[in-house]
C-alpha cells in the first residue's frame, strides 16, 4: 500500500515535474530575439506559480520510501549518491533560477538565468532517470554503498532512461504549453512553436522507449520478460497506445485530449516498470522484506489518506486558478479595493494583560515543575505575546513621524 | 574503517546544508505571520500603504521560501546520501514525522503561489485568507521536524531485540508521544520571530541611518521589531525550561554545556572560561546556581561526565561555547527588546537615538548566529550519538567515497545560492513605490 502511495506520488512528479523540467528544456532551445523572449516568457509564467507544488511531489516520494522502506531507501542512497547527489545540485539551480528570475527585466541577466535554469532542467531529470535505470537493472544490491558507485548509474539501462526522463519531460511540456497558450490572444505563432516541439519531443520519446526496450534486452532481462507479460505487457501496450494517440491529437490540434493522453502514457511506462519489477525492489530483496512494521505502515497510510483530504482541494484551488489564468501577471482590471474605513483602536487594557499573562507563564513555566504547569505556562505565554504585540501596536506608533538623522541625508 | 573515514566531513557538511536552510525556516515560520499583519491592517484602514508593504514583502517571502525549499531538498537527500544506515535502521520508527512534513511543505508551497501570484486577482479577503496556511503550514512543518529532533535526543516508541534489530516500532509514540519535544518547538518558535524580526528591523534600521524614514519605513521597521522584542524576554523563560528538561533528560548534554567533570551535589555556574582536565578555567564561577537553576534546589546532585565513559562524551568546549555563545546574545537581544518596549510605553514613540539603530543593524546577524549556536548546543551535545544511546554517529555514516568532492561542491553552490540571494533581495527593495502606497487623507507616503 505504502508503495502504491510512493508510486502514484512518483507518476504525479513525473508528471508534474517532468512538464516542468520540460519548460526549462525548452528555454534552451527558444532561440533568439522578440519570438524566443516570447517563447521563454510564456514557458516561465506558466510554471512560475506551480513549480514548487510540483517539486513537493519528489519530497513526498523520499518520506515516504524511507518510512515505508528504509533499507531500500539506504541502499539506493548509498550506492547511486553520485547521481543523487547531481539531481539535488540540479534542483538547488532550478530553485534558485525562480527565485532569481523576479528581481530582473535586463535581456542579458535574463538570458544567462535561462541557459542555467535550462541546464539545471535537463541535468535533474536525467540523473534522476539513471537512479531508475539503475535500480532497474539490478545494480543496487542491499547494503551501505554495496553496489558500484560509478557503473550502477553509467550504464545502457540508465543511460537509455536518463535520456528518456528528458525527453518524456519536452513532450509533456511541450504539449502542456501549446495548450496553454490558447489562452491568451494573439498567440497564434506560440502555439505553433510549442505544436512543432512537441511533435519532435514525442517522436523523439517514442524511439528512445523502444531502443529501451532493445538494452533492456541485452542489460536487464528481467524487466524486459516483466514488460511482455501479464500486467507488465498491459502497461506497456496503454503506453503505446497512449502515446501515438497523444501524437495524433496534437498533429489534429486538439490539445486538451493530447495532454490526458500524453499523460496516461507516460503514467503507464512507470506502472509497466512497477509491474516488471515485482516481486523485488532490490536484487534478493522482496517487497515483502523490505517493508517497515505493520504499525508504521498503517500510519503511513492514514497520514497520507488525511494528508490527501486537505491537500486535494488546495491543490485544486491551485490548478484551477493557475490554469484560468489567476496566477498570470499584468492583470486586466484591477480588483476593487476595500474602501478607508477607520483604524481600529487599540484596546487600552492589552498591556496590562500582556503584562498579567506574562507574571502568570513565569510563574507556571519557571517556577513550577509539573509537566501540567509547564502546559499552562505556554499558553499564557503565547497569551501574554500577542497581549504585548497588541499594545505596542507597531503601525500605530509608525504613523507617528520621528525624527529623520538629517545628517546622513545626501 | 572506512566509513569513519569520512566522518567529519559528513558531519560538516550536514551542519553547513543546516546551517544554510535553518534561517530560511525562521522566515517560514514568522515571516507569513508579519505580511498578514501587514495585510490585515490594509483590509481594516483600507490604507494603501499597508497593502504595499505587504506585498513587497511577500516577493521576498516567496524568493526566501524557493530558495528554503531547495536547500530543504538537500537535506532530505542527505539523510539518504550521507547517512544511510541511521535511516535504514529508524526510517520507520520517525520517518512518519518527515512524511507528514511533506504534506504541511505541500500546502504552503500551494498556497505561496496563490498568495504572490494572486494579488490584484483574487478579492481582497479571499487574498487574505489564501495567506492564512502559508503561516499555519510553516509551524506545522516545523513541528514534524523538530518531534523527529526531539526524538533523536529522547528516543522511545521501539526495541530493540537481541540482535539490536528495531522491533515492536510506534512511530505516533516516538514522535507526538515524547515528553521531550515541546520546548524544542516553542524554543524554535520564539527563534523564530527574533531572528526574522531583527533580521527585518535591522535592514531598515540600516535604511534609516542613511536617511531613509518614511511612513512607509517606519512601519516597516516596527513591525518586525515588535514582533522580535516581544518574542525575546518570553525566550529567556522558555530558554531555562528546556535547560530544565535537558538536566532531566539529557544529563550528559547539561554536563557538558556546563564543563562539569564529577557528579557535584551543589553545583556552581561557570560563565566564559574553558574547559580542560576536568574544570573550567577563567571563568566566573556562581556557586550552587547550576543546581538551583537545573533542579530548583540548590543542594541538588548534577550528574557530571565522568558517569560515562570519555568515548560516550561530547566535545566539552564546542559545545560548552556554543551554549554561552547563544545564551550571552540572547541576553543581549533580550535587553534591546526591553528598551523598545519601555520607549514605547513610557514615550509612545518609537526610539530617537542613533545608537538604537546601530544596535539594531547588528542585531539580526547575531540573532542568526545565537540560533545556530543554540542548534550546535543541542546537536553536537547530543555526540557520538545520533540516537541517543542507540545508536552512533559513526554507525550511520555512508560507505560511499568521495565525500569531500561532494561538500566542495555543494559549498560552492551555497556560495552561489549565498550570493544570488543577497542580488535578488537588493534588486527587489530597488524596487521603485507604487504611487498608491501614499495615504489617500493625509498624503504622507512613502518617503
Not at chain 1, 538547488?92 to 538570458?111: D, F, H, I, K, M
Not at chain 1, 545502457?156 to 513532450?171: D, I, Q
Not at chain 1, 523523439?204 to 529501451?212: E, P
Not at chain 2, 541511521?86 to 520507520?92: D, E, I, K, L, Y
Amino acid at each position: 500500500m505504502p508503495l502504491l502511495i510512493s508510486w502514484v506520488a512518483l507518476a504525479l512528479y513525473t508528471l508534474l515535474a517532468g512538464a516542468d523540467f520540460g519548460a526549462g528544456f525548452w528555454q534552451l532551445t527558444a532561440g533568439p530575439g522578440a519570438h524566443g523572449r516570447r517563447l521563454r516568457d510564456h514557458a516561465h509564467h506558466a510554471m512560475a506559480p506551480v513549480w514548487e507544488a510540483n517539486h513537493v511531489w519528489l519530497v513526498l516520494v523520499l518520506t515516504v520510501m524511507w518510512t515505508a522502506y528504509p533499507t531500500v531507501f539506504g541502499s539506493v542512497c548509498s550506492t547511486l549518491a553520485i547521481p543523487i547527489f547531481l539531481a539535488a545540485i540540479g534542483i538547488v539551480l532550478r530553485g534558485l533560477c525562480y527565485a532569481v528570475q523576479s528581481a530582473t527585466e535586463e535581456p542579458a541577466e535574463r538570458r544567462f538565468i535561462d541557459t542555467a535554469f535550462a541546464l539545471s532542467s535537463i541535468l535533474t531529470p536525467f540523473m534522476l532517470g539513471t537512479v531508475i535505470g539503475g535500480i532497474a537493472s539490478g545494480r543496487v544490491p542491499v547494503g551501505n554503498a554495496a553496489g558500484d558507485m560509478v557503473t550502477s548509474w553509467v550504464n545502457p539501462t540508465s543511460l537509455v532512461s536518463g535520456c528518456l526522463a528528458v525527453a518524456v519531460g519536452a513532450y509533456l511540456a511541450a504539449v502542456f504549453l501549446a495548450a496553454d497558450a490558447r489562452r491568451h490572444p494573439g498567440s497564434g505563432p506560440l502555439e505553433r512553436a510549442f505544436r512543432g516541439r512537441a511533435l519532435i519531443a514525442g517522436v523523439a520519446a517514442g524511439v528512445l522507449a523502444l531502443v529501451g526496450l532493445a538494452v533492456l534486452a541485452g542489460d536487464a532481462p528481467r524487466i524486459l520478460a516483466g514488460l511482455s507479460s501479464g500486467w507488465g505487457l498491459a502497461a506497456a501496450a496503454v503506453s503505446a497506445v497512449g502515446g501515438v494517440g497523444s501524437l495524433v491529437l496534437v498533429l489534429l490540434r486538439r490539445f486538451e485530449p493530447a495532454r490526458i493522453a500524453a499523460g496516461v502514457a507516460v503514467a503507464a511506462i512507470l506502472a509497466g516498470w512497477a509491474a516488471a519489477q515485482r516481486p523485488y525492489l532490490l536484487p534478493g530483496l522482496t517487497l515483502g522484506d523490505a517493508a517497515a512494521d505493520s504499525a508504521t505502515l498503517w500510519a503511513v497510510v492514514i497520514s497520507v489518506l488525511l494528508g490527501l483530504v486537505v491537500l486535494a482541494p488546495s491543490l485544486a484551488l491551485l490548478f484551477r486558478l493557475s490554469l484560468a489564468g489567476h496566477l498570470d501577471p499584468d492583470p486586466g482590471a484591477p480588483v476593487r479595493h476595500a474602501t478607508l474605513g477607520p483604524d481600529a483602536v487599540r484596546p487600552r487594557w492589552a498591556g496590562r494583560v500582556g503584562l498579567a499573562c506574562f507574571l502568570v507563564g513565569l510563574v507556571l513555566l519557571t517556577l513550577a515543575d509539573a509537566g501540567v504547569a509547564h502546559v499552562f505556562g505556554v499558553i499564557a505565554l503565547a497569551g501574554a505575546g500577542l497581549a504585548i504585540f497588541t499594545a505596542v501596536g507597531p503601525d500605530e506608533v509608525a504613523a507617528k513621524s520621528s525624527r529623520v538623522f538629517v545628517r546622513e541625508r545626501r | 574503517m572506512r566509513a569513519q573515514e569520512y566522518l567529519d566531513q559528513a558531519r560538516q557538511l550536514q551542519a553547513l546544508s543546516l546551517a544554510v536552510h535553518i534561517p530560511l525556516v525562521c522566515f517560514g515560520i514568522a515571516f507569513p505571520s508579519m505580511v498578514l499583519f501587514a495585510e490585515s491592517r490594509f483590509l481594516r484602514t483600507g490604507d494603501e500603504i499597508y497593502r504595499a508593504l505587504a506585498r513587497r514583502w511577500s516577493k521576498v517571502m516567496l524568493t526566501l521560501f524557493a530558495v528554503g525549499v531547495v536547500t530543504g531538498t538537500i537535506l532530505t537527500f542527505e539523510f539518504g546520501l550521507l547517512w544511510p544506515d541511521f535511516v535504514s535502521a529508524f526510517g520507520n520508527v520517525f520517518g512518519l514525522g518527515f512524511a507528514l512534513e511533506g504534506f504541511s511543505f505541500f500546502l504552503e508551497a500551494i498556497f505561496i503561489g496563490i498568495y504572490v501570484y494572486g494579488w490584484d486577482r483574487l478579492s481582497a479577503r479571499a487574498h487574505f485568507l489564501s495567506g492564512i496556511p502559508i503561516a499555519v503550514a510553516g509551524v506545522v512543518g516545523a513541528l514534524m521536524v523538530i518531534a523527529v529532533n526531539g526524538w533523536m535526543n529522547h528516543p522511545q516508541g521501539f526495541q530493540l531485540d537481541a540482535q539490536g534489530r528495531v522491533v515492536d516500532i510506534d512511530p505516533v509514540r516516538a514522535l507526538f508521544a515524547n515528553t521531550y519535544f515541546w520546548h524544542e518547538l516553542v524554543h524554535m518558535y520564539l527563534a523564530a520571530f527574533m531572528v526574522t524580526g531583527f533580521v527585518l528591523a535591522g535592514a531598515y534600521a540600516f535604511g534609516r541611518l542613511r536617511g531613509r524614514w518614511g511612513r512607509y519605513e517606519r512601519t516597516a521597521l516596527a513591525v518586525p521589531l515588535a514582533a522580535a522584542s516581544v518574542a525575546a524576554p518570553l525566550q529567556v523563560l522558555v530558554g531555562d525550561w528546556a535547560a530544565r528538561d535537558v538536566a532531566t533528560e539529557e544529563p550528559i548534554k547539561l554536563a557538558a554545556l556546563e564543563g562539569l567533570a564529577q557528579t557535584t551535589a551543589g553545583a556552581p555556574e561557570h560563565l566564559l572560561g574553558f574547559y580542560t582536565a576536568g574544570q573550567v578555567r577563567y571563568g566566573i564561577e556562581i556557586p550552587r546556581l547550576l543546581s538551583l537553576l537545573s533542579f530548583h534546589n540548590p543542594n541538588a546532585v548534577v550528574r557530571g561526565l565522568d558517569t560515562v565513559p570519555v568515548t560516550d562524551q561530547p566535545p566539552v568546549n564546542v559545545v560548552r561555547f556554543a551554549f554561552q555563545t547563544m545564551v550571552g546574545i540572547g541576553t543581549l537581544l533580550a535587553l534591546l527588546a526591553v528598551v523598545f518596549l519601555v520607549v514605547r510605553w513610557r514615550r509612545g514613540r518609537l526610539p530617537n537615538s542613533r545608537r538604537f539603530y546601530q544596535l539594531l543593524v547588528v542585531a539580526g546577524p547575531l540573532a542568526y548566529v545565537a540560533m545556530i549556536a543554540g542548534w550546535v548546543t543541542t546537536e553536537v551535545g547530543r555526540q557520538p550519538w545520533v540516537v541517543y544511546g542507540v545508536m552512533r554517529t559513526g554507525a550511520a555514516v555512508t560507505g560511499a567515497t568521495g565525500i569531500p568532492v561532494g561538500y566542495g561542491v555543494l559549498a560552492g553552490t551555497y556560495a552561489l545560492l549565498a550570493a544570488a540571494v543577497c542580488w535578488t533581495l537588493r534588486r527587489l527593495a530597488k524596487v521603485p513605490m507604487p504611487t498608491g502606497a501614499v495615504h489617500p487623507l493625509t498624503g504622507v507616503g512613502a518617503g
